[in-house]
Nanobody, 121 residues
Framework: QLQASGGGLVQAGGSPRLSCTASGRTFSSYGMGWFRQAPGKDREFVAAISWSGVNTWYTDSVKGRFTISRDNAKNTVYLQMNSLKPDDTAVYYC????????????????WGQGTQVTVSS
């Protein structure tokens, strides 16, 4: 029900935009989040946005570089990634939380399949 896209091989400093499109259900009233998981590491919180789009949250390592946004009319959430670093290499997942927003993966109800982002130095 959540389809993430936009990943790929990117040079350091690049600016790809990830998209997460929902189908089969309207997620306009859900908090949405982006997480990432690098090889051998736990899944970590990246960014989240409230259902209205007014409130956003970021992990410290991406503040000032990544921007989360949403278009409820399109049932889509975006993650604009700027100034990418090799440490940003991971599989990026989008998720939906009907209770609001959270930074803990276990709080989310629906997950996309993930999209690989590989940053080359």
């Amino acid at each position: 029900q959540l389809q993430a896209s936009g990943g790929g091989l990117v040079q350091a400093g690049g600016s790809p935009r990830l998209s997460c499109t929902a189908s089969g259900r309207t997620f306009s009233s859900y908090g949405m989040g982006w997480f990432r998981q690098a090889p051998g590491k736990d899944r970590e919180f990246v960014a989240a946005i409230s259902w209205s789009g007014v409130n956003t949250w970021y992990t410290d390592s991406v503040k000032g570089r990544f921007t989360i946004s949403r278009d409820n009319a399109k049932n889509t959430v975006y993650l604009q990634m700027n100034s990418l670093k090799p440490d940003d290499t991971a599989v990026y997942y989008c998720a939906a939380d009907f209770r609001g927003v959270a930074t803990i993966p276990g709080e989310y109800d629906y997950w996309g399949q993930g999209t690989q982002v590989t940053v080359s130095s």
